[in-house]
């Protein structure tokens, strides 16, 4: 997955004089434990059983109540919609803005980590791990990541 990183990331061939870098020395020159950390809750969230539904993190009780309430009791809907994340929304202040290349390699990227998570955590539960990409117009917003059980 991380063989086109030199397509996705600007800056890799202006290193060294025009000569590049590959990404581990990249990452272990400008890369900080600090925000790997930070980064290490969207890779690999702390996803949590909220009556009975899968979360990403444990839900706020009056969202959580207010979204079940939309949808009449649904509870495949209520996870779809709470757990749903704008894959543009990650970094909403960074200088380089991302195109729908990198969106499309992130939403993957977490649609695989996510689904190891799930899968090891709640061997149990049939969960899905969906990424949608809908690039229509060039718009950002369309790169949706979101979790549900299959069978509640």
Not at 1 to 30: K, R, S, T, Y
Not at 45 to 57: G, L, R, S
Not at 72 to 78: C, M, Q
Request: net charge negative; charged share 20%; with cysteine.
């Amino acid at each position: 997955m991380h063989e086109h990183a030199h397509e996705l990331i600007a800056e890799l061939p202006q290193w060294n004089n025009g000569e590049g870098i590959d990404l581990p020395g990249f990452i272990g020159c400008v890369g900080r434990y600090d925000h790997a950390i930070g980064y290490a809750t969207i890779f690999w969230p702390d996803f949590v059983i909220y009556e009975d539904c899968i979360c990403v993190a444990p839900p706020d009780p009056v969202n959580f109540r207010t979204w079940l309430s939309r949808f009449k009791g649904n509870r495949t809907e209520t996870e779809k919609m709470i757990n749903h994340l704008h894959i543009a929304d990650l970094f909403v202040n960074s200088e380089y803005p991302p195109t729908g290349r990198i969106l499309h390699h992130m939403g993957k990227l977490l649609q695989d980590m996510w689904g190891c998570r799930l899968r090891r955590d709640f061997p149990d539960r049939q969960i899905s791990v969906q990424f949608f990409e809908d690039d229509a117009a060039g718009l950002t917003d369309g790169y949706i990541i979101t979790v549900w059980q299959t069978h509640i």
